[in-house]
């Protein structure tokens, strides 16, 4: 399985730039890729796991903006169609199980 968090916070104010940045290092420490700027991904070994990374996310929540969290399988992960520019990249592939150890 995979969880996305996409956000849109508040960047205004000095104090609300200091919530996103943490917010979005906090995502990267836990192991989540940058998909784009607001959009960050990670694979998760079972519905368990994945539930954890759901209640620690919402625990980070900061105070404003929105925040919104996506799972799908790795089926689903290798449909997804990536473009830079007019480029079509290659298909993602779902890591094998070992790979993520």
């Not at 917010?23 to 420490?29: G, P, Q, V």
């Not at 994945?50 to 790795?74: A, H, N, S």
């Amino acid at each position: 399985m995979w969880l996305m968090v996409m956000f849109d916070l508040p960047v205004v104010e000095q104090d609300d730039r200091k919530a996103a940045t943490a917010f979005r290092n906090t995502l990267l420490d836990m192991g989540f890729e940058m998909a784009q700027y607001s959009v960050y991904m990670r694979f998760c070994a079972g519905q368990a796991r994945l539930e954890t990374y759901r209640r620690r996310i919402e625990q980070l929540l900061p105070g404003g903006g929105k925040v919104k969290m996506i799972t799908f399988t790795d089926k689903q992960y290798e449909h997804i169609t990536s473009f830079t520019g007019r480029a079509k990249l290659a298909p993602g592939k779902a890591p094998n199980q070992y790979d993520l150890f």
